[in-house]
């Protein structure tokens, strides 16, 4: 039984850090909705403990789940109030928009994420290809790529 405990105590004291990390890092949840979600996996994670195999692979899913709900009740308890400043709400869409291609450019395939984050930097196809060490037409192919990727994602192709 002590076995039993240690190997969760352990588990917790490795894991829970790097959940917390890879809810606010890889997914964008906020520092408290990340850790409480980390807070409710851990302690179901205890309750079946001895039932569960792969309790990384478990932590990782309920926690994401987790804070997928936590995220949806937050957002539903706002307030349905009109921004009084224009701008202010301008400024709220832009930042919106950014978080969301953000998340965006984190789905595409490695090669694309590097070329479109460089391409964001003001850098040109040439220098990137350089960095890289490809050509620029296979920048520029996968600059295109990832381009097409981003706007089916946020809903901003062409018809």
């Known amino acids: 039984m002590a ?7 352990a588990f917790f004291q490795e894991q829970y850090p790097k959940v917390v ?10 520092e408290q909705i990340a850790d ?23 932590m990782r899913t309920v926690a994401f789940r987790q804070a997928v709900r936590i995220a949806k009740d937050q957002h539903a308890r ?4 009109p921004l009084a400043d224009p701008q202010a709400a301008a400024d709220l869409a832009a930042v919106e928009l950014a978080l969301m ?3 965006a450019v984190k789905t595409l395939p490695p090669r694309q994420q590097e070329v479109m984050t460089l391409t964001l930097a003001d850098l040109k196809p040439e220098e990137i290809a350089e960095i890289l060490g490809c050509t620029p037409e296979q920048t520029r192919g996968n600059l295109a790529h990832a381009r097409r990727a981003l706007q089916r994602a946020l809903g901003t192709e062409e018809a």
Do not use: V
């Open 3 to 9: 076995s039993e405990a240690d190997g969760y105590e």
């Open 21 to 30: 990390a890879t809810l606010i890092y890889h997914h964008g949840f906020a």
């Open 101 to 103: 291609a953000g998340a």
């Open 78 to 81: 706002l307030p349905d109030t």
């Open 36 to 58: 409480e979600a980390a807070q409710e996996a851990m302690t179901r994670l205890l309750l079946d403990w001895k039932k569960i195999n792969n309790p990384q692979a478990w």
